[in-house]
């Protein structure tokens, strides 16, 4: 089982980038994909998730900011994210759980993780 994320990197106040987690070794369209952030000194804490069928889980802090996706056919989850603020920096982590809808929002409900990719904003 593999998860790759991609896209992190340095963005200024206010600007935008694109994460993207690449599956594989798992029946990706049987999953729940989530993505978790884990800033400097802090829990690690989710941001979104989103069901096999396309239904969309976000925490507060990025309702209206972060738009979670997923294309089962290339086996990949993407986290467009705009509006970005310095709190908003932070290791970003894809994951994948096989029967966790209702827990979707909690870490350890969560089967495979990959090995981050960094998002700093810079204020």
């Known amino acids: 089982v593999q998860l790759v994320e991609s896209g992190g990197g340095l963005v200024e106040f206010g600007g935008s980038l694109r994460l993207s987690c690449a599956a594989s070794g798992f029946t990706f369209s049987a999953y729940v994909m989530g993505w978790f952030r884990q800033g400097p000194g802090k829990e690690r804490e989710f941001v979104a998730a989103i069901s096999w069928l396309g239904n969309e889980y976000y925490a507060d802090s990025v309702k209206g900011r972060f738009t979670i996706s997923r294309d089962n056919g290339k086996n990949t989850v993407y986290l467009p994210m705009n509006n970005l603020k310095p709190e908003d920096t932070a290791v970003y982590y894809c994951?994948?759980?096989?029967?966790?809808?209702?827990?979707?929002?909690?870490?350890?409900?969560?089967?495979?993780w990959g090995q981050g990719t960094q998002v700093t904003v810079s204020s």
């Open positions: 994951a994948a759980c096989k029967s966790c809808l209702n827990r979707s929002r909690r870490f350890e409900a969560y089967d495979y």
